[in-house]
């Protein structure tokens, strides 16, 4: 009820908005999930929904302004809002989301055409369907997004990349990203059980970045919520992936011994409380746990502030694409 209840205003804007139809264009569209980052709220599997309406134009939504053409569809636990836009357009909101408008030139490049292969590797591939059909979320579910106060800097890199895009084989890539390595990257079948040739691990340098090396000290309680396990009286590292970050945490409790996924317990306790599972210390005091590590994110792919370094050593966007993504290949949709 308390969810419903924030979108009364939109309710009433669109009932009191003309229907219109659709948008069609030529150019290459993308639908997005719009959804509160800190509250993601998606459709589940059978989810009884209906439409209650479109339009077009410039919305509120979480605090942040988005444009295009919209579908407002009730469900059983909420609202849901789609955008649908220009996928060019649309890439200026994700650069300035991900990376802004004071990174080296190369390195908006460089995140325009992963984003953008990234944007498009989703459309192909994405199974959602039914009624309600979007290609990616708005959020760090897939790669953030907003639709207001672009700066020129990154216009200007998304218009001089225009229609780039990552291929293997002929097909775009699923163009992973993230903030910082902390000097190795990831196999991307370590974190998403995908064997691709293009996702290895590479090394790097990323110490520009705030979360090159971390501490971060959390309550036992918040553990003990995040994996759903009782009475834990200890937590320490069990098995790493090929690039020593944390495959899985042993945890000991009054109970036995449970063996619990890394890059689960990230997910469920918060990407900001855990900023990586690249862990180099692990101590208890008192009723906290204090972790110690390097990065942020889950380290397969492009290392945005890598690319920010390479950037301004002189290396171009393509030089950039071509060290984290090797064997691809740079070609344009666009005719």
Known sequence: MQLISKWNLLIIFIYFTLMLPPYVTATETIRVLIVDSKNPLLPQKNEKITKIGVTKGELNLHGKKYFGNFEVWKGEN???VINELPLEDYLKGVVAAEVGSKWEEEALKAQAVASRTYALYQKKNNNSSGPLYYHLTSSVLHQVYRGELIPQQIINAVNATKGEIL???GEPILAFYHSTSGG??????EVFGKDLPYLKPVETNS???????WEKKIH??????ATNIKQIKEIFPASQTITNRVKDFKIITNNGEYLFPAKDLRKNIGWDKLPSTKIT???KEGNYYI??????????GMCQWTAQQMAKDGK?????????????VIKSYVE
């Open 207 to 213: 110490e520009l970045s705030p979360f090159y090396i």
């Open 220 to 225: 036992v309680n918040d553990i003990e919520k």
């Open 281 to 283: 210390s692990l101590v």
């Open 184 to 189: 190795l990257t990831e196999d991307c079948v």
């Open 78 to 80: 909420g609202l849901y």
């Open 167 to 169: 291929l293997y084989e």
């Open 291 to 300: 972790f110690q590590g390097k990065g942020y994110g889950h380290g397969v």
């Open 316 to 328: 171009n966007y393509r030089e950039i694409l071509s060290k984290f993504y090797p064997g691809t």
